[in-house]
C-alpha cells in the first residue's frame, strides 16, 4: 500500500480554520484519501474520504491537489473538541486493513 | 444503536499468561477487524473475520489468534504474552466488502503485561 507523510503536530487556536496537510506522492490511480481522526481515549473515527473531486461534509472539507499526491482536509471552524490524532490513509480497496501512519496531532487553543 | 462494544476496557496481565479481548460489531455489520495501537503510534491491522473465518491477516505472529461467532461478534486471543504486547486493543465493524470509510471503531481495550 502506497504512503502518507504527515507533521507531526499542528497548532490552532479555537474557531479559526485549520489545513491539516498529507502527501502521498506514490498514490495509485484507485486509491481512495481517506481521513480518521482519534480523540484522546476513543477509537478512530472516519471524518472524510475521496477519489479525484473536492469533497465536502458536517465534518470537513477534502482538497485533493490535481495530480492526487497529495490533500489538504479542512476544518472550517476549530474547536476544542477537534483536538485530535488525524490520520490520512490510502486505500485500495482493502475491505477493512487500513495501514495508519503515525498522524498529525492538532492541538486547539482557547 | 450501541455502536461496536468492547469488553473489557481495561486489564493486566503477567509476562507468559493468555488473555481474550471481546468485541460486538455495530449493528448490521458482519466483518471485524482487529488492530494493536502501540502508546504514540498508529493502529495496525492485526486481522480480520468474516462469516466465522480469518480472511485478511497483518505482520503478527500466531501468538495472535481469533474467532468469529454466528451472532458476528468477536474475541481476539494472544498466548504466552510479552511485555511487548502492551497496548491498546481495538476492535473495528463494517458490512461486508465495505471499503476504507466504512469501518466503525470501538473504544478499545488496553492491556498492560508485567
Known amino acids: 500500500d502506497a504512503k502518507t507523510t504527515q507533521p507531526n503536530s499542528m497548532e490552532s487556536n479555537e474557531e479559526e480554520p485549520v489545513h491539516l496537510p498529507c502527501n502521498h506522492s506514490?498514490?495509485?490511480?484507485?486509491?481512495?484519501i481517506h481521513w480518521y481522526r482519534q480523540l484522546p481515549s476513543q477509537g478512530p473515527e472516519y471524518v472524510i474520504h475521496?477519489?479525484?473531486s473536492n469533497v465536502n461534509n458536517r465534518m470537513a472539507s477534502l482538497a485533493i491537489a490535481e495530480d492526487r499526491k497529495s490533500s489538504t482536509l479542512i476544518l472550517h471552524r476549530a474547536t476544542l473538541r477537534d483536538a485530535a490524532v488525524y490520520y490520512c490513509i490510502l486505500d485500495g480497496g482493502s475491505q477493512g486493513n487500513l495501514i495508519f501512519g503515525k498522524g498529525t496531532k492538532l492541538s486547539v487553543k482557547p | 444503536d450501541a455502536g461496536v462494544t468492547q469488553s473489557p476496557t481495561h486489564l493486566i496481565k503477567t509476562r507468559g499468561q493468555q488473555v481474550t479481548l471481546r468485541c460486538s460489531p455495530k449493528s448490521g455489520h458482519d466483518t471485524v477487524s482487529w488492530y494493536q495501537q502501540a502508546l504514540g503510534q498508529g493502529p495496525q491491522f492485526i486481522f480480520q473475520y468474516y462469516e466465522e473465518e480469518e480472511r485478511q491477516r497483518g505482520n503478527f505472529p500466531d501468538r495472535f489468534s481469533g474467532h468469529q461467532f454466528p451472532n458476528y461478534s468477536s474475541e481476539l486471543n494472544v498466548n504466552a504474552l510479552l511485555l511487548g504486547d502492551s497496548a491498546l486493543y481495538l476492535c473495528?465493524?463494517?458490512?461486508?466488502?465495505?471499503?476504507?470509510?466504512?469501518?466503525?471503531f470501538g473504544p478499545g481495550t488496553r492491556l498492560t503485561v508485567t
Open positions: 475521496g477519489l479525484t
Open positions: 473495528a465493524s463494517s458490512p461486508q466488502g465495505a471499503l476504507g470509510y466504512e469501518q466503525y
Open positions: 506514490t498514490i495509485s490511480g484507485t486509491d481512495y
